[in-house]
């Protein structure tokens, strides 16, 4: 039991440098990565339904712009992780 315990944190210390690398490179790469009419990357999330439940709450709480998530990475191939812009 304690074997499965500590390949389980592994697994969710490697998602997030995962995710980490992944915004990082997307930031890195600037403005390009944004769809048009998007004014802000606000996350990367490995669901879609997490991606959108935190652009809805900022927009309800934040006042940030309509959410939106994309699954694509910083060429616009797509990927498993989701970037939401508002």
């Known amino acids: 039991m304690h074997h499965s315990t500590l390949q389980g944190d592994r697994l969710r210390a490697t998602r997030k440098i995962i995710a980490t690398a992944a915004?990082?490179?997307?930031?890195?790469?600037?403005?390009?990565?944004?769809?048009?009419?998007?004014?802000a990357l606000r996350g990367v999330y490995f669901t879609q339904s997490e991606c959108f439940r935190v652009g809805w709450y900022g927009h309800d709480n934040y006042g940030w712009g309509w959410p939106e998530c994309l699954q694509q990475?910083?060429?616009?191939?797509?990927?498993?992780?989701w970037f939401l812009y508002s």
Do not use: K, N
């Open 23 to 39: 915004l990082a490179g997307g930031l890195a790469l600037g403005v390009g990565v944004m769809p048009a009419h998007a004014t």
């Open 73 to 81: 990475d910083q060429y616009g191939q797509p990927q498993s992780l």
